[in-house]
């Protein structure tokens, strides 16, 4: 069975080719006009994907060595995400699927980022608990069986990654912030300021990063930096990025390790765009393995939007008989149900 996966939630024009599950090709374009804006511009993503698809779909394929005639399904994204993006990709995956008399399915792109680490090798057994963190999202899933999972918590105000992008505005270092927070951060010393741990009340799975996001701010203010970025050493900025990584670092493992304790399971997974973060993959791989936890994350293509996920995703449903309407609708603020 080759499924086409199409995903276009936010700024990544992305199509991937599926056979039996196992990726064949999985082809990723960014946008990178969003950069000078500090932030997704939702208008400028749609135009872009609307220009990208086509093109970004027949090199999948391509790559796949496969023609569009030997698809037995097509599987997209529809929600949550930018209204605007997702209904380029979903649409288009709607038209393939009818031209072809094949079968469509929309996917919730969260259980994309859920069910990225099965596309390696090593995989976990259920059940187990998931990290999830993105630009949007940061919440942990208990997985029981296949599409049978639960939230056990999910942010309240900003979610990781928007975090990582608000405090990397402040420092003056651009957009996306993760990636370049993460590069400065290894020069650094994660304990020479001492930002703030929001664990929220005993026993809370939630996560809130709004106060470690203002308590820079107030750092870079109290010291005549807010406005003055350029002033700010190499040294000093290591120093501010790593101890505002850590911070972050040490709630997301924290949370995650509790509820894999009190969930009793022996396997946990880390996903979404924030996992590819170097602090922690390499601080919850060494605390998994001090509690004898085995973890799983997917590959770094793998972390960040992508086809291959939603094309998964899209297979285990057809599998199982699931497909979708053709009058199926993005939906902004998808839940993860």
């Known amino acids: 069975m080759f499924v086409l996966g199409i995903e276009t939630s936010c700024d990544e024009t992305s199509a991937a080719v599926l056979e039996d599950g196992v990726v ?6 960014s946008q990178f006009v969003h950069a000078k804006y500090g932030g997704v511009v939702p208008e400028l993503a749609s135009r872009a994907h609307q220009r990208m698809i086509v093109e970004v779909v027949e090199e999948a394929l391509q790559r796949a060595g496969i023609s569009k005639s030997q698809l037995s399904g097509v599987a997209a994204t529809q929600g949550p995400g930018l209204v605007g993006a997702l209904l380029v990709g979903l649409n288009f995956a709607k038209a393939l699927a009818y031209g072809l008399n094949i079968p469509f ?22 059940p187990f608990v998931s990290l999830i963190v993105s630009g949007g999202h940061s919440m942990l899933v208990h997985v029981s069986e296949p599409f049978q999972h639960s939230i056990l918590g999910q942010t309240r105000d900003d ?7 608000k405090v990397a505005k402040m420092l003056g270092l651009g957009y996306p912030g993760g990636p370049v927070i ?10 020479a300021i001492q930002f703030p741990r929001t664990f929220l009340e005993e026993g809370s799975y939630d996560f809130s990063f709004s106060g470690v996001k203002t308590a820079v701010l107030y750092y870079l203010k109290n010291n ?20 505002f990584q850590d911070a972050v670092v040490d709630v997301l493992v924290g949370k995650t390790l509790f509820a894999a304790d009190e969930m009793k399971v022996h396997d946990v997974a880390l ?10 993959r390499k601080r919850m791989t060494a605390e998994c393995e001090k509690k004898g936890y085995r973890l799983f994350y997917p590959k770094l293509e793998y972390c960040m939007d992508n086809g291959a996920m939603i094309g998964y995703v899209g297979w285990m449903k057809l599998l199982r008989g699931t497909t979708s309407p053709y009058e199926l609708s993005a939906v902004a603020n998808l839940e993860l149900a």
């Open 271 to 280: 996903a979404g765009g924030v996992s590819a973060n170097s602090r922690l």
């Open 159 to 165: 979610a990781s990654g928007e975090a990582f992008d």
């Open 24 to 29: 064949k090709s999985n082809v990723i374009s």
């Open 224 to 243: 005549g930096l807010l406005h003055n970025t350029s002033s700010i050493s190499p040294e000093l900025m290591a120093d501010i990025c790593a101890s």
């Open 182 to 191: 993460d590069k400065r951060a290894v020069h650094g010393n994660p304990s």
């Open 105 to 126: 399915v929309g996917v919730n792109h969260m259980e994309g980022h859920l069910y990225s680490v099965f596309l390696e090798e090593r995989v976990p057994s259920y």
